[in-house]
């Protein structure tokens, strides 16, 4: 079954408000990848997180690795309109890959 | 640099039949991955390709399969088509294998989109 969930499943934001997306995952990951999917495109990479407690900063976009490794979070902060789209975790773990639930954020202008 | 292109972008086929699906990572990458989405499933993992070797494999049946040639490009195999086969198949490609530490950037071609009928 499905070892990495995201919440929430859907997000709907004001534009200039923030938005921030959970993964949890139910084994310790090596590493965790987040990857950005617009509407009708293709998944597209934004960051990897290696170490226990790592945050990396990407302008608006926060991301965490939890100290256990076995949970992410990415912030985005004032959200705009092209941060439409779906969100999603990947994790590594062993040698199999698992990608979130994914959470779909909507922007209202 | 060319992206990765994965052909065809549209496919409709009839339950019961195979399919080959092609996909050329970019230039000087190695290592390709295959992954199916599906509205119900999401992005699941089908397997990796580095260097003509399979690495790694999700839990998909044997009606799946995939091979790469020697110039990184790689193909995945559907036989005996269900209607639950229909999906978009997206494959990645990125300069090595991933693993449990190096960051490794994964590049996403357009998919195929296949149709089960």
């Known amino acids: 079954g499905q070892q990495v969930m995201q919440i929430p499943q859907y997000q709907h934001v004001q534009e200039g408000e923030d938005f921030t997306t959970y993964c949890n995952s139910s084994t310790t990951l090596s590493n965790i990848q987040w990857y950005k999917q617009r509407p009708g495109g293709h998944p597209v990479f934004l960051i990897q997180l290696v170490k226990s407690g790592e945050v990396k900063k990407q302008k608006r976009l926060t991301f965490q690795f939890g100290e256990a490794k076995k949970n992410s979070s990415l912030h985005i902060t004032a959200t705009q309109t092209t941060d439409v789209g779906t969100y999603f975790c990947?994790?590594?773990?062993?040698?199999?890959?698992?990608f979130g639930t994914g959470t779909s954020l909507t922007v209202i202008p | 640099k060319a992206g990765v292109t994965q052909t065809p972008r549209y496919l409709i086929k009839t339950r019961g039949q195979q399919v080959t699906l092609s996909c050329s990572p970019i230039?000087?990458?190695?290592?390709v991955s295959w992954y199916q989405q599906t509205p119900g499933q999401g992005l699941q993992f089908l397997f990796e390709?580095?260097?003509?070797?399979?690495?790694n494999k999700g839990n998909f049946p044997g009606r799946f399969s995939g091979r790469q040639f020697s110039n990184s490009r790689s193909e995945m195999n559907v036989s005996t088509l269900e209607l639950g086969d229909s999906a978009l198949y997206l494959c990645a490609s990125s300069l090595r294998p991933r693993d449990r530490v190096s960051i490794t950037e994964a590049f996403f071609g357009q998919g195929t989109r296949l149709t089960v009928v």
């Open positions: 390709y580095f260097s003509e070797t399979q690495r």
């Open positions: 230039s000087g990458h190695r290592s």
């Open positions: 990947a994790g590594t773990t062993g040698n199999q890959f698992y």
